[in-house]
């Protein structure tokens, strides 16, 4: 039995399971005219994840904030993938795709395109995880009525790779100690302040695809040189910054990173910046996912 701690929302509670962990319960109806002290509606419950786990990862605060139908949909994508191709989401990649079905489903919405530069690149990487990434496109259709564009297959798959990407545990450990490093680089160097706040989740993903392509020898190179000077002179201190980032990689991994990781980091430092403090960019926000 599970006994309510404290209602977030009408779909998402925090609760005390019979073991005494704390976990945070989200199904349709499940915090509606309850309080606290009282048993969990199992009857309402649809997703349960471990409150440890999204805490240290980051994603509690972004879970509070995703729409709930986003969330359902997620859920039916997690068992899609896990029912048909025996992969099991972590509770952050879980809501970490979630966070981007939002801003997704956001862009549709008003008319924003989203197009991905990587598109086809992408899929010649990772023809796998390209067709899964298919699946999961349909299966949020069919959740929300909403079809996303071809491009989101795209950022779908480094989300399926990404889940992977901490597989064995010595890489997981120099994984998490490379975006502790960072996270003190871009404070230091920035002043932005980096906590669990959905900005910072997204930026953090989008770095760790950084380390996956240095350790897979599979960087960005060629092209992009008029944009990489462009932005280079108008944003100089997320420029210095994304070196500084840049050179602790290549120490770290004994790799090189190419001008084109360093635009790559340059938009995210850029869009970080803007996000957390407000500051106007140089760039639409809306093509650098």
């Not at 980096?194 to 599979?218: A, D, N, W, Y």
């Not at 090189?256 to 500051?279: A, C, F, K, N, P």
């Amino acid at each position: 039995m599970r006994t309510i701690k404290r209602i977030y929302n009408n779909n998402i509670v925090l609760a005390v399971d019979s073991s005494g962990e704390e976990v945070i319960v989200t199904g349709a109806g499940v915090g509606y005219l309850t309080n606290k002290g009282q048993a969990v509606n199992e009857g309402r419950v649809e997703r349960v994840f471990q409150m440890t786990g999204l805490v240290k990862s980051g994603a509690f605060r972004v879970l509070l904030e995703l729409p709930y139908e986003v969330l359902q949909a997620t859920t039916a994508v997690t068992a899609h993938l896990r029912r048909h191709h025996q992969i099991t989401l972590t509770p952050a990649v879980e809501v970490a795709l979630a966070d981007h079905f939002t801003q997704a489903l956001r862009r549709v919405e008003q008319g924003i395109p989203i197009y991905n530069s990587m598109l086809w690149e992408t899929k010649m990487t990772y023809p796998t995880e390209f067709a899964i990434a298919l699946e999961v496109l349909e299966v949020v259709h069919t959740e929300l009525g909403t079809r996303l564009p071809l491009d989101e297959a795209g950022f779908v798959t480094l989300h399926l790779v990404n889940a992977g990407l901490c597989g064995d545990p010595g890489q997981a450990l120099s994984l998490g100690q490379a975006l502790h490093d960072i996270v003190e680089i871009v404070e230091r160097d920035l002043g932005v302040p980096i906590e669990g706040s959905p900005p910072t989740v997204r930026f953090l993903t989008h770095v760790k695809f950084v380390i996956q392509r240095l350790t897979r020898h599979q960087t960005y190179a060629g092209g992009f040189v008029r944009l990489f000077e462009e932005l280079r002179a108008e944003n100089p201190a997320s420029f210095a910054c994304a070196v500084e980032i840049g050179n602790y990689l290549e120490s770290t991994f004994a790799t090189s990173v190419t001008d084109e990781e360093h635009l790559y980091l340059m938009l995210h430092l850029i869009r970080l910046r803007q996000d957390l403090l407000g500051t106007p960019p140089t760039i639409n926000p809306a093509v650098t996912d």
